[in-house]
């Protein structure tokens, strides 16, 4: 079992910035993809970023590419960084382990944090 810790949501005004964690821990010896993705109000899961146990590959959905870095901070550490936030980026923002290869598939993650929210203001 692994299990994910994401940090660092609150509050920021619209063009803003955040940098969300997340800390896996438990059987971590194997090599995970890590991803995350965010979930708004009344709104389904929606994919963000994804990065391979290497962090030689990565991905984005469009809606975050360019504004939005995925990076793998060691082995078991995940972060988000966020810029130029707007406030549709209001969402609870979840980080998710797949022993696959990287994938923006919700469903090919088996393991997944609580969640952490975000809030932009205008």
């Known amino acids: 079992q692994v299990s994910l810790a994401e940090s660092g949501g609150g509050v920021v005004q619209a063009g803003g910035s955040l940098r969300l964690s997340c800390a896996a821990s438990?059987?971590?010896?194997?090599?995970?993809?890590m991803a995350w993705f965010r979930r708004a109000p009344g709104k389904e899961h929606e994919f963000l970023a994804t990065?391979?146990?290497?962090?030689?590959?990565t991905s984005y959905a469009d809606s975050v590419k360019g504004r939005f870095t995925i990076s793998r901070d060691n082995a078991n550490t995940v972060s988000l960084q966020m810029n130029s936030l707007e406030p549709e980026d209001t969402a609870v923002y979840y980080c998710a382990a797949s022993i696959s290869p990287p994938s923006s598939m919700r469903s090919r993650y088996s393991y997944w944090g609580q969640g952490t929210q975000v809030t932009v203001s205008s």
């Open positions: 990065v391979s146990w290497s962090g030689g590959q």
């Open positions: 438990g059987r971590t010896y194997s090599r995970y993809s």
